[in-house]
């Protein structure tokens, strides 16, 4: 039986357990033994990382092959067009190659916790809030896929991996489920 931790990982956190002496990494908020993230969530953003104690699975979460569904919640610079949405969902062409089609939809804005440090917000440009379904794992893939149709994100928080959800999961907080089956 795997054990998987779900973890609602803060801003400004590193997706492992090392780092230089003044990051933030997650040694200070896991403490458990034998587990490894299945996949990375960049320091920049926030929300729900998957860390196992079994290497077959966390290959299968993490291996962009199996396609496994990630949910991002995205607060973007400006107010969303159809036809930005309409780019993301066939798929942009970024420096490293096109991405996959995405699922985009603009959504109100979701009641998160506050981020510390806030973002940057400026006086005379709305934001607005999309959330963005892709199957693939690209180094800073959302937020090069938003920048590319004029929409930089200004925060970013995913929200699920295949079945695992935060659901509720409080920010630094993680829970312990074990995993008998696929997610």
């Known amino acids: 039986m795997s054990r998987i931790i779900l973890f609602n990982k803060p801003f ?3 997706s492992q357990f090392t780092g230089d002496q003044q990051e933030n990494t997650l040694a200070q908020y896991i403490q458990h033994k034998g587990f490894y993230a299945a996949g ?3 320091k920049d953003s ?9 290497g077959k699975l966390q290959q299968q979460i993490s291996n962009p092959k199996y396609r496994k569904p990630k949910v991002y919640l995205a607060q973007v610079e400006g107010l969303v067009t159809e036809e930005a ?10 420096k490293d190659g096109s991405t996959l089609p995405a699922k985009a939809k603009v959504i109100d804005e979701p009641k998160l916790w506050k981020r510390d440090p806030p973002i940057r917000e400026r006086q005379n440009i709305p934001t607005s809030w999309i959330e963005l379904t892709i199957r693939e794992g690209k180094n800073r893939q959302v937020r ?4 590319a149709v004029g929409f930089p994100t200004l925060r970013l928080v995913r929200a699920s991996i295949g079945d695992w ?5 409080q920010l630094g907080k993680f829970r312990i489920i074990e995993d008998s089956a696929e997610a």
């Open 12 to 14: 400004g956190v590193l």
């Open 40 to 42: 990375r969530l960049d």
């Open 46 to 54: 926030e929300g729900l990382l998957l860390l196992t104690d079994d």
């Open 85 to 94: 949405l309409s780019m993301l969902r066939s798929g942009v062409n970024l």
């Open 144 to 147: 090069r896929m938003t920048a």
């Open 165 to 169: 959800k935060l659901d509720g999961l």
